[in-house]
Nanobody, 128 residues
Framework: QVQLVESGGGSVQIGGSLRLSCAIS????????MGWFRRTPGKEREAVAV???????YYLDSVKGRFTVSKDAAKNTLYLQMSSLNADDTAMYYC??????????????????????WGQGTQVTVSS
């Protein structure tokens, strides 16, 4: 089983930056799908930035060029660096992973939404 714990959320002004972290339980050797998702009231959860087989990470169009996903294998930690934040970025952010599955990033996103392991979420609020 896999456990994930998000941190780093909070309240920030429009144009500001935040860095989210996701600590993943240690028994997760090898390459597998992992990524960040978010949910806003009135909308279903959507993929924000997802790692898959090396072809570049998938990014939601509205965050392209503003968000950067990265990972530290030694620390079993996934990151999401967010900059130039706007009000539309306000959401609950979740990380997800599936150590038993690996595919191109867009397919990883679909798989994780269906059956991935999820963290509890961390709230990001962007205001003026």
């Amino acid at each position: 089983q896999v456990q994930l714990v998000e941190s780093g959320g909070g309240s920030v002004q429009i144009g500001g930056s935040l860095r989210l972290s996701c600590a993943i339980s240690r028994n997760t050797a090898g390459s597998y799908c992992m990524g960040w998702f978010r949910r806003t009231p009135g909308k279903e959860r959507e993929a924000v930035a997802v790692f898959g087989i090396s072809a570049g990470a998938y990014y939601l169009d509205s965050v392209k060029g503003r968000f950067t996903v990265s990972k530290d294998a030694a620390k079993n930690t996934l990151y999401l660096q967010m900059s130039s934040l706007n009000a539309d970025d306000t959401a609950m952010y979740y990380c997800a992973a599936d150590p038993a599955f690996y595919a191109v990033a867009v397919e990883c996103g679909s798989r994780l939404l269906r059956s991935g392991f999820w963290g509890q979420g961390t709230q990001v609020t962007v205001s003026s």
